[in-house]
């Protein structure tokens, strides 16, 4: 349905790949896996008023979209190929509307998906609630994914980039006061965040377990805790944190969005300790650095120990998909 439409996408797609026999336009995509790579898959659906405000631009959503599943790939190591879209909108309002939606979405996923290289192969498109959802398809040799479970006690736990900016642009937004650059920088880390697939490519056969941070480190974390079969202890004073962040949250506030604030995207992995110093400096040299948070413990969960030495209580473990 809607021809034009795809058409639309299609062309502000584009996207030249050898390993794509059949691209968008038929019933399915045919599609080449390179000889002696397993295929890393993943998908993430985005619905308006849960994942993101009703008033969102549309080509900050087309980048998210596919952000988020990017992102994905990242934890796993995996190199960026393919993506498949799914986009229901909704079926209310003239049809220039929907079309000036779809060409500004596409734009703001092709931002993304060309210096990624990565080609839209296919879809579906139908009317309903606005709901968009990504599944992407990358590369990774036999057995090199990084996985959550492999975390041992005395590996060093590291998160890249900045922690909780997302989450505090998602309420500068609700509170309605987005004023100046540090304002708009936070804004902007929710909108459009950067999956950090070089560093992904890096930690392969370096770390020892590793995911993406989307609802929290705290609750995150406690994922790779869980899968590997160990605790960890998290030093707040060490979690890193933007100069905006800093400046415009006290001091608590901006602990408890980096600790438990969600659309980070950043990841977050274990690394025997011997590794952490080369690890870092790499991460360093790709430009979004990696910072020590804390160590892998004997035992279960995450603990968190505050600046004055005491332990933490979670105030929130992450985002419920299912609370009231
Ligand atoms: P079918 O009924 O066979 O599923 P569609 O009309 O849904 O065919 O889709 C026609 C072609 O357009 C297919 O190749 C499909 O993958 C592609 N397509 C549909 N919607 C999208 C979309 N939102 N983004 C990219 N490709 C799409
Ligand atoms: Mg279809």
Same mark, same amino acid.
């Given at each position: 349905?809607?021809?034009?439409?795809?058409?639309?996408?299609?062309?502000? !797609?584009?996207?030249?790949?050898?390993?794509?026999?059949?691209?968008?336009?038929?019933?399915?995509?045919?599609?080449?896996?390179?000889?002696?790579?397993?295929?890393?898959?993943?998908?993430?659906?985005?619905?308006?008023?849960?994942?993101?405000?009703?008033? !969102?631009?549309? /080509?900050?959503?087309?980048?998210? @979209?596919?952000?988020?599943?990017?992102?994905?790939?990242? +934890?796993? =190591? +995996? !190199?960026? /190929?393919?993506?498949?879209?799914?986009?229901?909108?909704?079926?209310?309002?003239? @049809?220039?509307?929907?079309?000036?939606?779809?060409?500004?979405?596409?734009?703001?996923?092709?931002?993304?998906?060309?210096?990624?290289?990565?080609?839209?192969?296919?879809?579906?498109?139908?009317?309903?609630?606005? !709901?968009?959802?990504?599944?992407?398809?990358?590369?990774?040799?036999?057995?090199?994914?990084?996985?959550?479970? =492999?975390?041992?006690?005395? *590996?060093?736990?590291?998160?890249?980039?900045?922690?909780?900016? @997302?989450?505090?642009?998602?309420?500068?937004?609700?509170?309605?006061?987005? *004023?100046?650059?540090? /304002?708009?920088?936070?804004?902007?880390?929710?909108?459009?965040?950067?999956?950090?697939?070089?560093?992904?490519?890096?930690?392969?056969?370096?770390?020892? @377990?590793?995911?993406?941070?989307?609802?929290?480190? +705290?609750?995150?974390?406690?994922?790779?805790?869980?899968?590997? =079969?160990?605790?960890?202890?998290?030093?707040?004073?060490?979690?890193?944190?933007?100069?905006?962040?800093?400046?415009?949250?006290?001091?608590?506030?901006?602990?408890?969005?980096?600790?438990?604030?969600?659309?980070?995207?950043?990841?977050?992995?274990?690394?025997? /300790?011997?590794?952490?110093?080369?690890?870092?400096?790499?991460?360093?040299?790709?430009?979004?650095?990696?910072?020590?948070?804390?160590?892998?413990?004997?035992?279960?969960?995450?603990?968190?120990?505050?600046? *004055?030495?005491?332990?933490?209580?979670?105030?929130?473990?992450?985002? *419920?998909?299912? +609370?009231?």
């Amino acid at each position: 349905m809607e021809f034009r439409l795809i058409d639309r996408i299609r062309e502000r !797609t584009a996207q030249g790949r050898d390993d794509v026999r059949l691209g968008i336009g038929d019933d399915a995509a045919l599609l080449a896996v390179p000889e002696g790579q397993e295929l890393a898959v993943a998908i993430d659906t985005m619905v308006e008023g849960v994942h993101f405000p009703r008033d !969102t631009a549309p /080509a900050d959503l087309g980048w998210k @979209a596919l952000a988020v599943n990017l992102s994905d790939l990242a +934890a796993m =190591g +995996a !190199t960026p /190929a393919w993506a498949l879209l799914a986009l229901t909108l909704p079926r209310s309002g003239a @049809a220039e509307a929907r079309q000036r939606f779809v060409d500004a979405f596409a734009e703001g996923f092709a931002q993304l998906a060309q210096p990624h290289r990565l080609a839209l192969v296919g879809g579906d498109t139908t009317g309903g609630p606005l !709901t968009i959802s990504v599944a992407v398809h990358g590369f990774v040799p036999p057995g090199k994914a990084l996985r959550r479970a =492999g975390a041992k006690p005395g *590996d060093v736990v590291m998160v890249t980039g900045t922690l909780g900016d @997302a989450a505090a642009g998602l309420h500068l937004l609700q509170r309605g006061g987005v *004023d100046g650059a540090q /304002a708009a920088y936070l804004v902007e880390r929710l909108h459009r965040p950067t999956p950090r697939i070089a560093a992904g490519l890096a930690l392969r056969e370096r770390a020892s @377990a590793c995911l993406d941070v989307s609802d929290g480190l +705290a609750a995150d974390l406690g994922h790779i805790c869980a899968s590997s =079969g160990v605790g960890a202890e998290i030093e707040s004073a060490l979690l890193p944190r933007s100069p905006a962040l800093l400046d415009l949250f006290d001091d608590a506030s901006a602990r408890d969005f980096a600790l438990s604030g969600g659309d980070d995207y950043e990841l977050c992995f274990t690394v025997p /300790a011997a590794r952490a110093a080369e690890v870092q400096a790499d991460l360093a040299r790709l430009g979004c650095g990696a910072t020590r948070i804390g160590r892998i413990v004997e035992g279960e969960g995450v603990q968190v120990r505050a600046e *004055d030495g005491t332990w933490l209580e979670p105030a929130h473990q992450g985002w *419920d998909h299912f +609370a009231a």
